[in-house]
């Protein structure tokens, strides 16, 4: 069997997830470079893998190449004269049908906490002297008057006491009242 480089490198164990993250010193494979193995060095920028991957975990660099970690390398020369600068992480609009998420963990600052409720639009409020109370209007349908008579009993079993009431208002209501 004659073995190749790109067999060679296959059978290479490539690092895991857990010992990827911003700023670490990568080897890695572009696409355009798979067929010869050659590799790039440089600095990891972000993770676009979810998980371990036979072939290597999928990042883009610092200077924005993209391509398979097949080891982890020494830091440049240059960069080991000094401190290791932190990477700073800067947004940037999400791209089409690609589903690439930045890990909140790895952020700096600690995002401001939120919750739910800074989703959630509050209902309109109708303009009156009472809000709350919602009076029954003559253009308003039987049934839409008696859900807002009743409004804690359920629609369907008012359409139903309704019809069984063949659309008297004032019966219909007499039983309302009495299941309520």
């Given at each position: 069997m004659r073995r190749t480089l790109g067999n060679f490198l296959n059978t290479m164990a490539v690092p895991r997830m857990t010992e990827l993250q911003r700023g670490?010193?990568?080897?890695?494979?572009?696409?355009?470079?798979?067929?010869?193995?050659?590799?790039?060095?440089?600095?990891?920028s972000d993770i676009l893998t979810r998980g371990d991957h036979p072939?290597?975990?999928?990042?883009?660099l610092t200077d924005g190449q993209i391509g398979r970690v097949r080891s982890l390398a020494a830091?440049?020369?240059?960069?080991?004269?000094?401190?290791?600068?932190?990477?700073q992480s800067t947004?940037?609009?999400?791209?089409?049908?690609?589903?690439?998420q930045d890990d909140y963990r790895l952020e700096t600052e600690p995002a401001a906490t939120t919750s739910l409720l800074d989703?959630?639009?509050?209902?309109?409020?109708?303009?009156?002297?009472?809000?709350?109370?919602?009076?029954?209007d003559d253009a308003m349908t039987p049934q839409q008057q008696l859900e807002a008579e009743f409004p804690k009993l359920d629609t369907a079993l008012i359409a139903a006491i309704l019809l069984d009431h063949d659309l008297d208002l004032v019966s219909a209501r007499a039983t309302l009242s009495s299941l309520s």
């Amino acid at each position: 069997m004659r073995r190749t480089l790109g067999n060679f490198l296959n059978t290479m164990a490539v690092p895991r997830m857990t010992e990827l993250q911003r700023g670490v010193h990568v080897n890695i494979v572009l696409k355009a470079d798979q067929r010869s193995g050659k590799l790039t060095s440089g600095q990891v920028s972000d993770i676009l893998t979810r998980g371990d991957h036979p072939r290597g975990i999928k990042v883009r660099l610092t200077d924005g190449q993209i391509g398979r970690v097949r080891s982890l390398a020494a830091p440049s020369s240059s960069a080991s004269a000094g401190p290791e600068p932190e990477l700073q992480s800067t947004p940037r609009a999400p791209q089409a049908g690609r589903g690439i998420q930045d890990d909140y963990r790895l952020e700096t600052e600690p995002a401001a906490t939120t919750s739910l409720l800074d989703y959630v639009k509050a209902p309109k409020q109708k303009k009156g002297k009472n809000s709350d109370v919602v009076q029954p209007d003559d253009a308003m349908t039987p049934q839409q008057q008696l859900e807002a008579e009743f409004p804690k009993l359920d629609t369907a079993l008012i359409a139903a006491i309704l019809l069984d009431h063949d659309l008297d208002l004032v019966s219909a209501r007499a039983t309302l009242s009495s299941l309520s």
